[in-house]
């Protein structure tokens, strides 16, 4: 049985849809049931995740379980959530994996990764330096990662995951990746900001996670598509959406600036535009799959789902 975790979240939503296309039975642990699990031939246990007991009544020996759930914390508020949630259950579903020898896929993230300004990134292999951890998110997530690595060295089997900015079809709540390709399908003006992001396809995460469920050996694979410019992706979503848009380009400073009194961004995800983002693919090309959606498929895709989502939104 292949049981995931924050189901009903981009990543985990995406992840079901794939492992039921393989044909799998897949139970789901949720708080509540959502539009995003609608239709879909699953087994839903809905409790609270932080429930140990609830937790381990629904995972049995050898299962294969796909812990998705995360909190993500842009804002850098809300500690005590983002700790709960990233640290606190990943530990109770880490500790429930060993004592079933179950195999664990944990979904993590590159922002955990310190950075260097040049040349390709590679998955962590170190995790005792925290000092460059400036956000809540980064550091419950990276504790999180910690504890699952240290817990292969006990006998833990599994695949610790490092998914760059994901983007796709299926986001239903949704992502703030998400949130921007709907904003600028309904807006003519669009301030783009120097700098960008590395997009990698939803579907391209799905399938590492089914993958990894068949690995022998404990493995950190960074799961990275390509890198856009925040303008870039505008032209692109334009083009594609035939869309006419007008595009003007700020400077980061008075992005920073803008923060101070538009809630929309933060000073994290402004900054995180400048970090080199260029990250080597070589251990999923080696344990996984080489070839990656075009993204020019992915962005077709996700407005297309976008479209559909506001059209049926507006219809009712």
Known sequence: MYIVTGATGHIGNNAVRYLLDQKLPVRVLVRKIDQSLEGLDIDIK???SFDESFLDSCINFSDTVIHAAGYINLFNDAKMDTFRTNLQLTKRITQICL???CKLIYISSVDIIQKSKKGLIAEPTDFQSI?????YYQMSKWLATQYVDQAFKKGLNGVILYPSAVIGPYDFKPSQVGKEIKHMLSHRLLFSIRGGYNFVDV???SKAIY???FLKT???III???HQTIHQLYENIELISKLKKTILTIPIWLAYISVLFYRKYSVLMIKSLTENDAYDSTKRKVHLFD????FESTLSDTIDWFSTSLTNKDKR
């Open 211 to 213: 993958l990894s469920s």
């Open 46 to 48: 809905v409790s609270s």
């Open 99 to 101: 004592r079933k020898q």
């Open 131 to 135: 000092a460059f951890k400036k956000s």
């Open 291 to 294: 070839e990656l959606i075009p």
């Open 224 to 226: 990275s598509g390509y």
């Open 203 to 205: 579907r391209d995460v």
């Open 218 to 220: 404990n493995e950190h």
